[in-house]
């Protein structure tokens, strides 16, 4: 199972085309290419379901919402696959980004909610060494690199600015990112390296699942 490499093509033609009249003409072409992402999507949920618990595979749609937007081109020039993982036992997802020029496969937590946001703080204030661990493990870091995501500036509200954990403490998201080449993502073995990119960040996710389905004294929520 792989990407056609015409979805590229399709996109670097719809960015100088991004019209209704284009599109409707082009719409057949596109849904083959839809259909082949599709697959792969529903493909990959099987692979991780050997060793995760993804509930389901979405796929975003290709028309933007242009109605509070200045850009009011109707369509978005990149797929958009997700995976969610079941829930309230597993927590974090898995996304892929497709654009031509900029691929990259992502695991995390992209907006949590103020209440898991206040949840994961307080882990990391009681024992932030125990995520500092996974973070700094060597085939982890060698697969999904640094953490990333949007941090406030010194220190969140409640924790003083020179908290031994402060670092950690400061992001208001948890993100790993992999990027991958237009060459690379239409390869046959693709999906394999995405299934075994996502093996190898189930310590983070684990670890967080652990967080935000129980307490500070460490009893079960669900």
Known sequence: MQFPSELYSFFKNLKHNNNREWFATHKP???EIESQVKAFGEALKDQLNQHDSIDRFKLFRIYR??????????FKIHFGLTWHRTKPQNRGGYYLHLSPGKNFLACGFWAPNPADLKRIRQEIDIDGYEYRAIL????????????????????????????????????KQHI???????????????????????????????????????????????
């Open 176 to 222: 790993f990112t992999i990027d991958y080449t237009d060459k690379e993502v239409c390869q046959p073995d693709f999906i394999d390296r995405a299934d075994k990119a996502l093996q190898a960040v189930r310590p983070f996710v684990d670890y967080m699942s652990d967080v935000l389905t129980t307490n500070a004294d460490g009893e079960s929520l669900v």
């Open 136 to 171: 700094n493990d060597k085939s982890f870091r060698s697969v999904w690199g640094e953490l990333e995501g949007e941090a406030v500036k010194t220190a969140p509200k409640g924790y003083a600015k020179d908290h031994p954990q402060n670092d950690l403490l400061r992001f």
């Open 29 to 31: 072409r596109f849904k």
């Open 65 to 74: 919402d242009i109605r509070f937007s200045k850009d009011k081109t109707p």
